[in-house]
């Protein structure tokens, strides 16, 4: 979205936006001159307005975050002249919700030269006759193409000026949200369809109304559920740093941990969705250590028997707290094992080789990685390259060879990822502010946890030159119709 | 409490029952009329419920099978008919819940319902309120027998009248559904009638709404365009129902989370282990026996779980993990470390609101703050005792603390909660436990 609250805009950006807007008086023009159905405009722009977040109260939680309802819009490209059609729009943008001038305008602008199109493409195809005809299976035809022109063009003005005021590469502002916006466009085209066919029918403002609301309860349940996402990916986060809360010497290391794993996997070859699988892996390693008592965690002096013993029981702690967690299942094998060894004195099983499950195998080189590279109250950190020295004479004994190999050559290629921590905050912090905002959040399980307070971010970090799949907040409700089919779906 | 409300279900679909068979015997009798409708509307019906919410969510879990039922029974005596509504619905349905159980329990679907309860041939229960839901908008449409009263109708007042059918019809399946549950209710587990028919209307406005116009719309498009429209309205319905399977998981994937989280102290050794579980359910079952809305008793569970999150804090576990036994200031402190935790968590700010407050006399709290710190004092207060009799000198130190800190009405509640509770594993183990619910 064009930051313009904060920051003037670029030039070229206000010249993009006067030009659309213009534009758009320019496409609405000619139904002042011609006999419009003035009515119809009106019941469509109303409708269209209500459904604009911030007018009408829905339930505690409007679905603010979705963008504009596109099947009323469509309804309207279908059975009104393109000039009328334009009109729709515009009311609701400009009154509609709490937004900078310019950004009304250029949303009433945009709105209205995409609606323009649709319709003229609507009409080259003869869609108001087939709809009054009730001509159906061709009548999807224009329907599908005014949806299709709609989707081409809304993206282009949008991406045009994200390229202008934001300065996007064209590529993320033209190529990357395209085919996320054509199926859901297309479904609101039916939606037009169905409502505009009705209305032609003599329904009148009964179709207008029944028509798009199961779309608008699917929008809404949506933004819920958008909602209930962050507050889990905010849980999970609550738990990593119930970690550092006991033991705050290690803070950040659960994080750091996590971006080594991913790192490992990534070089490995593994796909997506095990790439992230590892990173919660190694981002929640330690989670058992809340099962430890504090005061043995916070020792500084050397440990005596009994109390290595009850810091070696973190892992089976661990794996009991995240039991019955489903999409914890796959990281629970490496919560478990991490502690493992290739020659079998690890705990808590010992097992040996390839007995040791995989992720758990890649936790093990991360966590040392950076157990390492990190100050402790006992020691001083190590410089990178000494550490990867030790790991390779360990390579073998305690550590998987790939995974060490792995871990080298990633580094060598990008070695600030995992530059050495800060010196470690002061203990006893409260364990809430500590937390970072939940503003940066992906939106799926399978959550990559922002880089922790007390740290400042690594600019490569691996989390930020491959977008994660499901990390771009969807910010429309054409992206979030698109990953309630994909719940179907999968 | 499953029990009671599976015997509940099949007492209604035992009635319901008789009925179906009545339809589909008269629809084949009579013959079967406009069969292309029939299958179309079947094949919508079929459809919504193979790809049904999976149960746990206390809302419509098939929208698309419902108004597609709805739809077809709105089509008017002269191409449905009760009768045929009635049997089309049913068999759909049936067919349904036969292909889903055939296909037995499904690898999964998705990433965040990888795991989550599956979705299961259709509930029963939920398949006979359709059925009647159906039948009153058939009959609706053909009072008392006659013939059709959308003959002539055209345009806005035919819509206008389908509206008002089905906003009848969402009523009745609302006052059904709540009487259903307070069957249930006197059985144990269920809950009261009115906050059952409050929580049924206020549903309506959401989810409710969206399958009535689903259902109008597709009667009027199917008689104004003919069988074609049937999959053009049916498609976005399939993804208002997509979003609630969305929704539904994520929900399941944040309380198995949260669950996480709330053993968190249990694993550390800060509360006995099963404590959160155990004082969530008894509070879910004390806020519904005090009728508390759908939602609020979402929230109170959540509270319930994360209450004693704020002795992670601690540097020594309190003895037994029983905050009770501590001084008021001691509890506050850690009561407001909690509260400042779950505010990290994301949870609405009533549950944070609601695990600060949680050792505040009961006039500083909100309701489901006064359940939780009455629940869990009754649970740190048994957790050593195993026999009914802790159980009895529990309750009685609760009652007579009522004047300040536990809310007598609160107390009653969990009084009744309890003896039904006692009596059903009374009868359940032949002996006593201290395992409930």
């Not at chain 1, 990685?369 to 990867?388: C, H, I, K, N, Q």
């Not at chain 2, 909100?366 to 710190?373: D, M, Q």
Request: with cysteine; hydrophobic share 50%.
């Amino acid at each position: 979205m064009p930051g313009t609250s904060r920051r003037p805009l670029p030039r070229e950006a206000r010249v993009t936006v006067v030009a659309v807007c213009a534009a758009g008086a320019l496409c609405a023009a000619p139904a002042a001159a011609s006999a419009t159905a003035w009515g119809t405009v009106a019941v469509l722009a109303v409708l269209y307005a209500l459904c604009e977040p911030g007018v009408v109260p829905v339930g505690r939680h409007p679905p603010s975050a979705v963008g504009p309802f596109v099947p009323v819009l469509l309804a309207g490209a279908l059975i009104l002249p393109p000039s009328a059609a334009a009109l729709v729009a515009v009311p609701g943008s400009l009154a509609g919700r709490p937004l900078p001038w310019v950004r009304r305008c250029w949303r009433a602008g945009h709105l209205a030269v995409a609606v323009w199109t649709a319709a003229l493409a609507a009409r080259l195809l003869g869609g108001p006759a087939a709809l009054r005809a009730a001509d159906l299976p061709y009548a999807l035809l224009p329907a599908a193409v005014a949806a299709l022109v709609f989707s081409l063009v809304s993206t282009a003005l949008t991406g045009a000026v994200l390229v202008t005021a934001e300065r996007c590469p064209p590529a993320t502002a033209w190529g990357d949200p395209l085919p996320a916006a054509l199926g859901p466009h297309l479904t609101y085209g039916l939606v037009g369809l169905t409502t505009g066919l009705l209305w032609l029918r003599g329904y009148g403002a009964f179709a207008a109304v029944l028509v798009p609301l199961p779309m608008y309860v699917a929008c809404w349940v949506f933004a819920r559920a958008r909602r209930v996402r962050a507050a889990h990916d905010a849980t999970v986060r609550a738990l990593v740093q119930a970690v550092d809360l006991k033991d705050p010497y290690t803070r950040g290391h659960s994080e750091r941990v996590g971006r080594a794993s991913a790192l490992i996997a990534a070089e490995l070859g593994m796909d997506d969705d095990r790439v992230d699988t590892l990173r919660l892996a190694g981002i929640l390693h330690d989670i058992g250590k809340l099962g430890v008592p504090t005061r043995v965690l916070r020792k500084s002096g050397p440990l005596d028997p009994e109390e290595r013993r009850l810091i070696q029981l973190h892992p089976e702690y661990g794996h009991e707290m995240t039991r019955g967690v489903a999409f914890l299942e796959e990281a629970r094998a490496a919560i478990l094992h991490h502690h493992e060894r290739l020659d079998g004195s690890g705990y808590p099983h010992g097992l040996a080789g390839a007995e040791i499950p995989e992720p758990a195998r890649v936790v093990a080189v991360a966590d040392a990685f950076d157990a390492m590279t990190s100050t402790r109250s006992y020691r001083p950190a190590r410089p990178v390259a000494s550490a990867l020295a030790e790991l390779q004479r360990c390579s073998g004994t305690h550590f998987d060879p790939p995974m060490v190999a792995a871990l080298t050559r990633a580094l060598t290629r990008q070695p600030d990822v995992t530059a050495p921590p800060d010196a470690p905050a002061a203990p006893g912090g409260p364990w809430p502010a500590t937390a970072p905002t939940p503003s940066a959040l992906p939106s799926a399980p399978g959550p990559a946890p922002e880089p922790a307070a007390g740290r400042p971010a690594p600019t490569a970090a691996p989390a930020s030159h491959r977008v994660p799949r499901q990390a771009a907040a969807p910010t429309s409700v054409g992206e979030g119709v698109l990953l309630a089919v994909w719940a179907v779906g999968a | 409490m499953r029990k009671a409300g599976t015997a509940a279900g099949w007492a209604l679909a035992v009635g319901v029952g008789g009925f179906v068979v009545w339809g589909v015997g008269w629809a084949a009798y009579a013959g079967v009329r406009e069969p292309g409708a029939a299958c179309a509307f079947g094949g919508v019906v079929l459809l919504g419920e193979l790809l049904r919410v999976p149960p746990g969510t206390d809302r419509e879990g098939a929208p698309l099978a419902t108004a597609g039922g709805l739809g077809y029974a709105l089509l008017g005596p002269t191409a449905a008919g009760v009768a045929q509504a009635v049997a089309v619905v049913a068999v759909a349905t049936g067919a349904a819940g036969l292909m889903a159980r055939a296909a037995g329990p499904r690898a999964g679907h998705g990433r965040h319902g990888r795991h989550a309860r599956k979705a299961g041939p259709p509930r029963v229960e939920a398949a006979a309120r359709r059925v009647l839901l159906v039948a009153f908008a058939a009959v609706c449409c053909q009072p008392l027998g006659g013939g059709d009263v959308l003959t002539g109708t055209a345009g806005a007042p035919r819509a206008a009248f389908l509206v008002a059918v089905l906003g009848a019809t969402a009523l009745w399946d609302a006052v059904l559904a709540a009487a259903v549950g307070a069957a249930v209710g006197a059985a144990g587990g269920g809950r009261p009638f009115a906050p059952g028919l409050r929580d049924g209307v206020r549903g309506l406005a959401g989810i409710g709404s969206a399958v009535c116009a689903g259902g109008v719309v597709m009667a009027l498009a199917v008689r104004s365009a003919g069988l074609w429209a049937v999959p053009l309205v049916a498609l976005p319905l399939l993804l208002t129902q997509a979003s609630l399977r969305g929704h539904a998981a994520v929900r399941a994937t944040y309380r198995q989370t949260v669950g996480a989280l709330a053993r968190a102290t249990e694993v550390a050794g800060y509360t006995p282990p099963g404590h959160a579980r155990r004082v969530s359910e008894l509070a879910v079952a004390v806020g519904r026996e005090l009728g508390l809305p759908a939602r609020q008793l979402t929230l109170l569970e959540y509270a319930a779980l994360m209450h004693d999150i704020g002795q992670l804090s601690l540097v020594d576990p309190v003895p037994g993990g029983a905050t009770e036994p501590l001084d008021g200031e001691r509890r506050q402190t850690i009561a407001a470390l909690g509260g400042e935790v779950v505010r990290r968590t994301g949870a609405p700010s009533e549950v944070a609101l609601i695990v600060e407050r949680q050792a505040h006399p009961f006039r500083e709290q909100p309701l489901a703050g006064r359940i939780v710190r009455a629940v869990n004092a009754y649970e740190d207060l048994t957790a050593e005792a195993a026999a009914p009799a802790g159980r009895l000198a529990a309750v009685e130190r609760l009652r007579l603390a009522t004047g300040y800190e536990y809310d007598p009405r609160v107390v009653e509640a969990l009084t009744r909660v309890l003896a039904r509770q006692s009596t059903r594993t009374w009868l359940d183990a032949g002996g006593e436990g201290k395992e409930v619910g």
